[in-house]
């Protein structure tokens, strides 16, 4: 780092009150890689040892209330979703003034709750880093987790500093300073668009869409529709992120509205078009419905066809009358839409392994599902029947051939070459 470099502000958010120890460490450590550590307490019945540059109360009042008021709310619950919210918004002004280079922050349960809070409000590309004694948990809502949230276990660490959460508060006070120097923000030259899908041997069209995008002047984020991947991009759909979205493997609402734990939150295939963005959506993979490998098949799927991916994930397909179910879902989710929307529904199958000859072929379930979705696509959405397969080359024309016409009409801006 040349003498003139500006070092990176590091936020450090904890309960100074608890973990003073491991707070102080972790701002050592910061230190010495480079980064100007930024202390914010977010005790609430203590002080910490050290003095931090903004204090509990400077919390409160970005919350519009007091210390006093924040005990008196009623138990922990109420009194840190009240620090979470003036932590949050103190973070967003820091950053609003840059002041913000990246931000790391420790905690429990509660820490955790705060600490996705936090992390929500800052933008793509800034490193948001959390250490957690439920890091990887279940108990994180998908819906909850910034795209590009980093996390660790707090491993043995829960009480004071030992070797082990030595190692593991140093690796995540290094990564942080680390990211702020050298990670590349995203780039903006081009208008963004994004696009799900599954793995190329079940889902084929962004191999023809990608390329043929990038050469209309466009940058193109294709995201993993297997959970997290769904969760991103929702997250940048809802900070208007996208010029447009291909949004054509939307397995993950099977996933949520059937109860596995592969899901991306309630709110999946609903932010863009809540954020007034034009979407090109299909039905990709809807029929199939995704579960842990590693733990027993639920008995309402035993009689189901199911392809084991891999020793994480595999799929079970859905019946007729699940299908149906799932059509009107989709209604559901296209009506509340702002924005243009069109839908193209190939009727001759819907992944790889929905055609004649391969493992997942169910013409009968597929001809309910096509029937439901007649009935239940909005009348403001443009409706685009096709008879072919989705991993044909006249689905991937039909998709770019509505796109490009929504570019001639000043619906989606023009790329940039």
Not at 27 to 50: E, N
Not at 178 to 183: C, E, F, K, R, T
Not at 356 to 384: K, Q, T
Request: hydrophobic share 45%; net charge negative; charged share 20%.
């Amino acid at each position: 780092m040349s003498v003139n470099a500006r070092m990176p502000h590091i936020l450090v958010i904890g309960t100074g009150d608890t973990k003073s120890d491991e707070l102080t460490f972790m701002a050592d450590v910061i230190g010495k890689a480079g980064g100007l550590p930024v202390m914010i307490d977010v005790s609430i019945l203590g002080d910490p040892a050290y003095s931090p540059e903004y204090t509990k109360h400077d919390v409160a009042k970005a919350a519009d209330t007091t210390i006093q008021a924040i005990i008196d709310s009623g138990d922990e619950h109420s009194a840190m979703e009240l620090m979470a919210k003036g932590a949050a918004a103190l973070v967003r002004q820091l950053y609003d003034v840059g002041q913000v280079d990246g931000v790391i922050v420790l905690g429990g349960s509660l820490g955790t709750d705060l600490a996705l809070d936090v992390a929500a409000v800052l933008p793509l590309g800034v490193p948001k880093f959390v250490i957690s004694t439920i890091a990887y948990s279940h108990l994180l809502p998908p819906e909850r987790i910034a795209p590009d949230l980093m996390m660790i276990l707090w491993a043995g660490g829960l009480y004071g500093l030992n070797g082990i959460c030595r190692s593991v508060l140093s690796q995540a006070a290094g990564a942080v300073v680390g990211a702020a120097l050298h990670g590349q923000k995203p780039n903006t030259d081009k208008p963004l668009i994004g696009m799900t899908s599954l793995g190329s041997s079940c889902l084929k069209y962004m191999k023809y869409l990608k390329p043929e995008l990038e050469k209309r002047g466009y940058d193109v984020a294709v995201f993993h529709a297997t959970g997290m991947g769904g969760r991103a991009f929702e997250a940048i759909a809802a900070q208007k992120g996208f010029a447009a979205v291909f949004d054509f493997c939307i397995q993950e609402v099977s996933n949520h509205h059937n109860g596995t734990v592969v899901t991306s939150g309630p709110d999946r295939m609903e932010n863009a078009g809540r954020a007034g963005i034009p979407q090109i959506v299909a039905p990709g993979a809807i029929d199939m419905v995704d579960l842990p490998a590693w733990q027993p098949l639920p008995e309402r799927f035993a009689e189901r066809p199911y392809h084991a991916h891999n020793r994480l994930i595999g799929s079970v397909t859905t019946d007729p009358q699940g299908r149906r179910a799932i059509a009107r879902v989709i209604g559901e989710k296209l009506a509340g839409a702002k924005s243009p929307v069109a839908f193209v529904l190939p009727t001759k199958g819907i992944q790889e392994w929905d055609q004649e000859g391969e493992p997942l072929y169910e013409p009968e379930a597929l001809d309910a599902f096509v029937d439901e979705m007649r009935r239940a696509a909005p009348a403001s959405v443009i409706f685009e029947e096709i008879d072919t397969h989705i991993n044909s080359p006249e689905f991937s024309e039909t998709a770019l051939e509505i796109f490009d016409r929504w570019v001639a009409e000043g619906v989606v801006p023009g790329g940039r070459r």
